[in-house]
């Protein structure tokens, strides 16, 4: 009599009474991990630019939008569909569901990497032609193509360890494969000049593989038998979601593309430089947070998207915490962007600054927006998700057609914010159609009172001399920072925080004091 498969051991126990603590672990799990992976990968962006100068640089960005492009069309948005499908099946507490969800998925992830392998290599003459204006780089693009085949089976392992809730896993292979990327990466551009760019893009694309699979193979128990009809069954809702992301992606991907072409039109291509500066560093401290909110959040929420009392508590809980982690570095971005400008760039990109806050603005719409867009995606709601990124794209593409000749580069931002904006009040009112869903009392407050913080720190630099604005600026984000703090230290037990950070806090009274020997 053959034996029932366990379930897998999943990051996951009955659901607690609050989710806070969870919440905060992932966060600072992927978080971390994000940090480090930052770190490698400006040590390997410098370090290819000292080898290959500006035009390998170059070639390297071309060769990587080929292969984001081509991992978006062929791709089905199978790394974010397959965390839901995994999720659900999780939720249910069959393993044999489980299992066959998990067989599924690396059969659909291995299927569409060897067909969109065999795509790219097929017009690999063509792509150099269009992209290069020669055939060249038919041979590179063909090493790409065997990149997309590794990257799109490594996503499909990611996803399922996403699903289950392995968070720390899928921390250790971000860290691990850029790493060992690197340092395949490095010899390979040394020795090979430009000529190995794209085979040591493959290369790490290889490693990653071998990694993602090593730490995955035993995530789940191989399924007993899984049937012809249960495989299409199953890929068949995958990918029915998977198109939903995929339209998603090709959107952000397009309107990212027109609001550069708007920039470079109406001011030029050294405007559309610091239009790039002011994007990539408005992101980068939010972007840990929301990498933690897709890793860890999206998956639990997945799992229990039915419930509509369950889903709105995980919901507020999570709002709350990217909220309380999120002000404080938007407020301190906002007051110090000369500073931040000149550490990541330098002097030339000056005039990004005042783009720059306009950004942090946005994000802080994005964080708020965020939660309440993945209960749409939890709850398979395709054509609401699809149409929240077409109304986004529109606004935002349409904004910045209309305020860039009236307020030059600053109208970009002012576009990326009201974009936000109105995404966060269309989601709002979608998720509270879809589920009842009502901020809780304890979020109203605290966003009262970032927007109220933000608002003044901002508002400074208009209204005061740059030397008071950027001291009440400081004033703002000691004051925010002080109130997440002793927010966040209510919101977890005390016995579960280190010893020596409960001194700490002690110390600064946000805790009591600590007894000798706890």
């Given at each position: ?17 609050s ?13 971390g ?19 290959l100068?500006?035009?390998g ?42 299992a066959?969800?998990?067989a ?12 969109g392998?065999?795509l790219?290599?097929?017009f ?7 992209t ?32 289950i ?64 009809a ?28 027109v ?12 405007a ?17 947070i ?12 997945s ?11 995980l ?17 301190a ?27 942090c ?14 209960v ?10 699809l ?40 989601n ?25 913080l ?48 409960r ?16």
């Amino acid at each position: 009599m053959p034996v029932s498969p366990s379930a897998p051991d999943v990051e996951q126990a009955p659901v607690p009474k609050s989710t806070y603590g969870q919440i905060l672990r992932s966060t600072a799990l992927v978080g971390g991990s994000s940090v480090v992976n930052l770190a490698i990968g400006i040590l390997r962006a410098k370090t290819m630019a000292l080898i290959l100068g500006k035009s390998g640089v170059g070639l390297n960005g071309l060769y990587g939008s080929i292969s984001n492009l081509a991992e978006a069309l062929v791709g089905m948005g199978i790394n974010s569909s397959g965390v839901r499908q995994i999720a659900e099946a999780v939720g249910t507490g069959d393993a044999t569901r489980i299992a066959k969800a998990a067989a599924v998925l690396r059969r659909v992830s291995l299927g569409l990497g060897v067909g969109g392998a065999l795509l790219l290599a097929a017009f690999s003459r063509q792509i150099s032609i269009l992209t290069f204006e020669n055939d060249g780089q038919t041979l590179a693009v063909c090493f790409l193509a065997l990149g997309l085949l590794f990257r799109l089976i490594s996503a499909g392992q990611g996803a399922l360890l996403q699903g289950i809730r392995r968070i720390s896993d899928v921390a250790k292979i971000g860290v691990l494969s850029a790493f060992f990327g690197t340092v395949i990466t490095i010899p390979l551009v040394y020795f090979l000049k430009e000529r190995g760019v794209a085979l040591s893009l493959a290369a790490s694309s290889g490693v990653a593989l071998l990694i993602s699979w090593w730490i995955s193979r035993n995530a789940v128990p191989a399924a007993t038998a899984v049937s012809v009809a249960e495989v299409r069954h199953e890929a068949l809702d995958l990918l029915k979601l998977g198109t939903a992301f995929m339209a998603s992606a090709l959107l952000m991907m397009g309107g990212a593309y027109v609001i550069r072409a708007i920039v470079f039109k109406q001011l030029g291509l050294e405007a559309t430089g610091l239009y790039q500066a002011a994007w990539s560093l408005g992101g980068l401290y939010t972007n840990f947070i929301l990498q933690a909110m897709g890793s860890d959040f999206y998956p639990r929420l997945s799992a229990v998207a039915s419930d509509d009392g369950e889903c709105n508590r995980l919901v507020n809980e999570q709002a709350k915490v990217s909220l309380l982690l999120a002000g404080t570095g938007i407020i301190a971005t906002i007051s110090f962007a000369p500073i931040v400008v000149n550490l990541f760039y330098d002097s030339g990109f000056s005039s990004a600054v005042s783009l720059l806050r306009w950004i942090c603005l946005g994000t802080a719409m994005q964080v708020i927006s965020w939660p309440l867009g993945i209960v749409v995606v939890a709850r398979n709601a395709k054509a609401l998700f699809l149409w929240g990124d077409s109304l986004w794209t529109l606004v935002h593409i349409g904004l910045a057609w209309f305020l860039m000749p009236i307020y030059g580069l600053d109208g970009a931002g002012m576009a990326f914010f009201g974009a936000y904006l109105f995404h966060a009040v269309f989601n709002y009112i979608v998720v509270a159609r879809l589920s009842g869903f009502r901020w809780t009392a304890g979020n109203l407050e605290a966003g009262a009172i970032y927007l109220a913080l933000i608002s003044v720190a901002f508002g400074g630099f208009f209204l005061l001399p740059f030397v008071w604005a950027v001291s009440l600026g400081l004033g703002m984000a000691l004051l925010s920072g002080a109130y997440s703090l002793r927010a966040l230290v209510t919101l977890v037990s005390p016995a579960s925080i280190p010893v020596s950070l409960r001194r700490l806090l002690a110390g600064m009274g946000l805790l009591p004091s600590v007894v000798p020997g706890t």
